[in-house]
């Protein structure tokens, strides 16, 4: 029994190894798993100790804002033509200052779970 909610997650090992391939790709996950892993060592007393559930200040959200600013732009870029298909909530015109602003590093835009 867990005191929180907990994610089973399985990757086929070959699917990993072919993504590793594509250049954005790598430098998510190289970046991610740096902050990730430094956040872990960091769980130290008065911070709650990392658990096989949960790890504090670690959720993707608090990470991508410490990835470097090639990685953060990576992430907003992608976030912003997923979601560019809700075409109701962009004009062409915000929509490309939005990517200017990502892409000078004034802003970081990430999609939530709705």
């Given at each position: 029994?867990?005191e929180?909610d907990?994610?089973?997650?399985?990757?086929?090992?070959?699917?990993?190894t072919s993504s590793?391939r594509?250049r954005?790709?790598?430098?998510?996950?190289s970046?991610?798993a740096?902050?990730?892993?430094?956040?872990?060592v960091?769980?130290?007393?008065?911070l709650?100790?990392?658990?096989?559930?949960?790890?504090?200040?670690?959720?993707f959200h608090?990470?991508?804002v410490e990835?470097?600013?090639?990685v953060?732009?990576?992430?907003g870029?992608?976030?912003i033509?997923?979601?560019?298909?809700?075409t109701?909530?962009?004009?062409?015109?915000?929509?490309a200052n939005?990517k200017?602003e990502?892409?000078?590093?004034?802003?970081?835009?990430?999609?939530?779970a709705?």
């Amino acid at each position: 029994i867990t005191e929180t909610d907990c994610l089973c997650l399985t990757v086929d090992a070959d699917g990993v190894t072919s993504s590793l391939r594509h250049r954005g790709v790598k430098q998510l996950v190289s970046a991610y798993a740096k902050v990730f892993y430094k956040r872990t060592v960091q769980s130290v007393p008065p911070l709650a100790f990392p658990t096989d559930c949960t790890e504090p200040a670690a959720d993707f959200h608090s990470i991508v804002v410490e990835l470097p600013h090639e990685v953060r732009v990576l992430v907003g870029l992608d976030a912003i033509k997923q979601a560019s298909s809700l075409t109701m909530l962009f004009n062409p015109w915000n929509l490309a200052n939005l990517k200017e602003e990502v892409t000078r590093g004034q802003c970081i835009v990430l999609l939530t779970a709705a």
